[in-house]
């Protein structure tokens, strides 16, 4: 959905160095979800935001990975010391609501992060 | 914790023809949403079908539609009258009270 602006779409990064990744959500959103991934599999929960709090990141790596979404701007997915393992498309998803309701989740277009 | 299972890898279907993709889940939410995206090769996420926990009819959308069948805790999506652009990753998910898990996905190829 258009309205979920990923940027930038692609990024390659040397090995060692960062990589951040920027998401605004839809108007009127307030949750956002981050996912991985990798090449011909499916997508990996990372963690879900809502402004200014993590509310789940069971699906982070426990090191080089953080996320924030601050008041005011997009979020952000920040890889520290990028690895080739790292190298994947990250999807950003927003919503209005948690919830099972019928508020369904919107997908940006991706970020394809390639490590070399 | 929530588990979603898709398992066809991939799947098969002459032009025109109907398929059916096949998704179970499992959860311990009293309330839960079920979705269905699909990933062309271009990469981009698009919404296809939802279906409520509580909804009593199965969802439709157009050529797609949902069986949904809450004991047995499935969800398939039904495509009718398959067309060549339906050639794509597929994927469904479940949302609880808190974050959406996905399926690994089935990957549709359409034969003309």
């Known amino acids: 959905n258009a309205g979920v602006m990923q940027n930038p779409r692609h990024l390659v990064r040397r090995r060692g160095q960062e990589a951040r990744l920027r998401c605004s959500p839809m108007k009127g959103h307030s949750h956002v979800y981050w996912y991985r991934q990798l090449p011909e599999e499916g997508l990996k929960f990372m963690v879900y935001l809502q402004k200014e709090n993590i509310i789940d990141e069971s699906g982070m790596p426990k090191e080089r990975f953080s996320a924030e979404f601050p008041k005011e701007g997009p979020s952000i997915l920040r890889i520290q010391q990028v690895v080739r393992g790292d190298s994947a498309a990250y999807f950003c998803?927003?919503?209005?609501?948690?919830?099972?309701?019928?508020?369904?989740?919107?997908f940006g277009e991706g970020s394809w992060l390639t490590v070399v | 914790a929530q588990k979603i299972t898709q398992t066809q890898p991939g799947m098969f279907v002459q032009e025109k023809e109907a398929v059916t993709l096949d998704c179970t889940y499992d959860t311990s939410d009293q309330s839960y949403g079920l979705f269905w995206y699909k990933q062309p090769s271009s990469g981009e996420m698009i919404f296809l079908i939802y279906?409520?926990?509580?909804?009593?009819q199965n969802a439709t959308e157009g050529r797609y539609s949902l069986n949904f069948q809450k004991a047995r805790k499935s969800a398939n999506l039904v495509i009718s009258a398959s067309q060549l652009g339906d050639s794509a990753m597929y994927f469904c998910?479940?949302?609880?009270?808190?974050?959406?898990?996905f399926g690994a996905g089935t990957r549709l190829t359409v034969k003309p």
């Open positions: 998803a927003s919503s209005p609501a948690s919830g099972y309701s019928g508020n369904t989740i919107y």
């Open positions: 279906q409520g926990s509580y909804d009593e």
């Open positions: 998910a479940m949302r609880g009270n808190n974050d959406m898990r």
